[in-house]
């Protein structure tokens, strides 16, 4: 039970400091999104996103934090294998399924809803 728990807490502190930074910075959903991913592969580059990932689950491996960890991983899994080519081919390999479920699951909302121009 406290597996759920620590998930939840640690999935929502990243939403918190998310609408933090929407609420008081200039910055865009869009940046902020961006440097999710990015900050995930740097705290794996640097040692400290696995102990996260190790205790809390889903809840550092769902939020955008854990794809730039999975690229990360993925890098370094190919690059251990194939060398350098690994740097080029690890990250798609290793995200390629939740790349495909997000244009997939767009492309079906796109054809559900209809968009509206700001």
Do not use: C, E, M
């Given at each position: 039970m406290m597996d759920y728990i620590w998930a939840f807490v640690i999935g929502g502190l990243f939403c918190v400091i998310a609408q933090v930074l929407i609420d008081r910075t200039m910055l865009?959903?869009?940046?902020?999104?961006?440097?999710y991913v990015v900050?995930?592969?740097?705290?794996?580059?640097i040692g400290l996103y696995e102990p996260l990932?190790?205790?809390?689950?889903?809840g550092a491996t769902v939020p955008l934090?854990?794809?730039?960890?999975?690229l990360a991983c993925g890098v370094k899994e190919s690059v251990a294998r194939e060398g350098l080519y690994g740097v080029l081919k690890g990250g798609l390999s290793a995200t390629s399924a939740g790349i495909c479920a997000a244009m997939t699951f767009g492309l079906i909302a796109s054809l559900i809803f209809k968009g509206k121009p700001k």
């Open positions: 865009t959903p869009a940046r902020i999104l961006v440097s900050a995930g592969v740097i705290l794996t580059a990932v190790d205790f809390a689950g889903s934090t854990g794809f730039g960890y999975a």
